[in-house]
């Protein structure tokens, strides 16, 4: 079955440091990626998308592009902020079949300091 | 207002009783998803709902879990006769509908249960 493996953390950084977060994906077809992150205390947000190869989301200065031949969606940030501090996501939704379904990694705990 | 929210925040609960969690959705949206996240499985599908019917229930653990959803909206999820592997924080989510750019999923903030 589909399935998502990310780095396990928790990730510690200073401020402005450059961040990766690395995520890979087993899946028939071509899968839509997103990265989704949860805050201290909120419920889960979607951060970005990728829906096919080669696409790159992006949003808040984060980064990730979709690369069908490592099977890989890494999260980037180049100067990551205290308030990015929180627990990122990575997740798959199948392109058919079971496409409702959000399949996640286990997350990974960032903390920025200050 | 405007996101998906979930009650109660917190339910501390004794082994053996019977708990429901309630979800409403965004307003219109036709898809409901409930999600467990739990320390030691991550975040794992349990149902989902397109209008008051629920296609895919494959990911409840158990038949100690039903879930349903009236009028299109307000969803509930049930446990009976939790256990303490119950422990976790349930997670709803809705979208406009489960097909093409219209499915992305809004998270409510989650409801954390604790079975003693």
């Known amino acids: 079955g589909d399935s998502v493996t990310q780095m396990e953390g928790p990730v510690t950084l200073s401020e402005e440091a450059f961040l990766t977060i690395n995520c890979t994906y087993t899946a028939t077809g071509y899968p839509s990626l997103f990265w989704y992150v949860q805050y201290p205390g909120e419920g889960l947000q979607l951060l970005l998308k990728a829906t096919k190869a080669d696409d790159k989301g992006s949003n808040k200065g984060f980064e990730a592009t979709y690369r069908k031949e490592t099977t890989s969606f890494h999260l980037e940030k180049g100067s990551v902020q205290v308030s990015d501090s929180a627990v990122y996501f990575c997740?798959?939704?199948?392109?058919?079949?079971?496409?409702?379904?959000?399949?996640f990694g286990k997350g990974t705990l960032l903390t920025v300091n200050p | 207002g405007a996101g998906v929210s979930q009650s109660p925040s917190n339910k501390v609960t004794e082994k053996g009783k019977d708990v429901e969690l309630r979800c409403d959705p965004i307003s219109g949206h036709t898809a409901l998803y409930w999600y467990r996240q739990s320390l030691g499985q991550g975040l794992e599908f349990l149902i989902y709902?397109?209008?008051?019917?629920?296609?895919?229930k494959s990911g409840l653990p158990s038949d100690r879990f039903s879930a349903e959803r009236t009028g299109g909206s307000v969803s509930t999820l049930t446990i009976q006769r939790t256990q303490q592997e119950d422990s976790a924080v349930y997670l709803c989510?809705?979208?406009?509908?489960?097909?093409?750019?219209?499915?992305?999923?809004?998270f409510g903030p989650g409801t954390r249960l604790t079975v003693l």
């Open positions: 989510a809705s979208s406009p509908s489960t097909s093409g750019i219209y499915n992305e999923q809004f």
């Open positions: 709902f397109q209008g008051n019917s629920a296609p895919d």
């Open positions: 997740a798959l939704r199948p392109l058919r079949g079971s496409n409702y379904k959000l399949t």
